[in-house]
């Protein structure tokens, strides 16, 4: 029987992602083909939907994981595949919600929290960072003083839902007279409220800001590059804040204070609010823990690609497909 028999079979032939699909589904993996020729075969439409709902098995079965440096597109993880499909279906459904194609992780916060659960955890975390700001630094006038740097956390931390990635540039050459420029105007403007608290957080708060960089193309191009560089940054910030406030405040004391400083301060905190929702989705079942992990997996077994530092679909035809489907009723697995 020609392929003028089966419409549905020769229409999706026709494109490249069908004979993708096909190879996929059933030449790689020498599966039997009798669906291709079955009543399937009439109708492209059905066809299509069922090459896609057998893909994330198919090529989850073909690709095992390995560690191999060499072996670029096989996954470094094993997943199950019915999980795959739910946390792939569920990203697939938040952006469409979103209308959008990229998913770029910094945006993970924005996708899931409505602006009146951002507010909640925004009023959270500065009350908590007031409390902590407060009783280190004394009962009385400590808590007076601690209410006002927690309601400003609070107003800092909302701008973690709409930030973008960064990282820390600590190259020297070239950037000395800026560093100097940083320190000299930070220093003057600390040592006014004392000279040991102003001389460790006025070389703390100029080294931040002559390192802290907006993240690029050209400096973080995929990704997981750009997740590294934000956490490299935040780490950073938090480590020298913290070092700075038990230098001049006493070790214990200080580090907590610092630390809570370094994650409020700054201009870039994508990888926290990253973080914060990665969390919540995975306790949820939606996301696996290692998310990130679970992405790269992704695309190494070609159901994602990469577009810059931004993750898509293969497919315009996958991501619709997986959006439609309904798992709200499902049972779903707990996030690794």
Known sequence: MENADR??????????????????????????????TGPL????????????????????????????????????HAWDPDQTRHYLAYLARRLTAHDTRDLAWWHLANLTFTPAQQRRITRLFGLVFGLAFGLAAGIAAGLAFGLTAGIAAGFAVEQWFNGTPGYADLR???????????????????????????????????????????????????????????????????TTFGLAAGIAGGLAVGVVVGVAAGVV?????????????????????????????FLDDAHRLGLLRTVGPVYQFRHADLHDHLAALHFETDEPGRGR
């Open 7 to 36: 419409p549905g079979l020769a229409e999706v032939a026709s494109t490249a992602l069908g004979l993708w699909l096909i190879r996929t589904v059933y030449i790689t993996p020498a599966t039997d083909p009798a669906p291709l």
């Open 41 to 76: 075969s009439d109708d492209p439409g059905r066809l299509r939907a069922h090459l896609l709902d057998h893909l994330i098995p198919s090529v989850i079965h073909a690709r095992p994981p390995t560690r191999d440096p060499a072996e670029h597109f096989r996954p470094r």
């Open 172 to 238: 020297l050459r070239g950037r000395t007279k800026r560093l100097i420029k940083h320190l000299a105007a930070e220093l003057a403007f600390g040592i006014a409220f004392g000279i040991a608290v102003g001389i460790a957080f006025g070389i703390a708060v100029g080294l931040i800001r002559w390192a802290e960089q907006p993240a690029t193309t050209t400096t973080a191009t995929t990704p997981q590059s750009t997740w590294n560089a934000d956490r490299t940054l935040t780490l950073l910030r938090t």
């Open 265 to 293: 301060l700054g201009n870039h905190h994508a990888w926290l609010a990253g973080g914060i929702t990665v969390r919540r989705l995975a306790r949820a079942g939606h996301v696996p823990r290692r998310l990130m992990a």
